[in-house]
């Protein structure tokens, strides 16, 4: 589980098994969003999902980490 979402980070939607891109990361009030795109898809709509942050690190609901530990 990585310490922070960061762009250029890939997660894996759970449901559907679709990679996303994250493309921008940022701050509401007391929460951070994470921007998603899907990867190929360049002129796609895009999907906003918050960060939840755990002991062990941060986590997108919904979405698994794809990449290895840096």
Request: hydrophobic content about 30%; proline content about 3%; cysteine-free.
């Amino acid at each position: 589980m990585p310490r922070s979402v960061l762009l250029g980070q890939v997660w894996q939607n759970s449901s559907t098994g679709e990679n996303y891109l994250v493309t921008k990361t940022y701050q509401e009030v007391f929460s951070t969003y994470a921007v998603l795109r899907k990867v190929g898809d360049e002129t796609g709509g895009t999907v906003r999902v918050k960060v939840q942050k755990t002991a062990e690190g941060v986590a997108l609901p919904g979405y698994t980490y794809t990449q290895e530990e840096q």
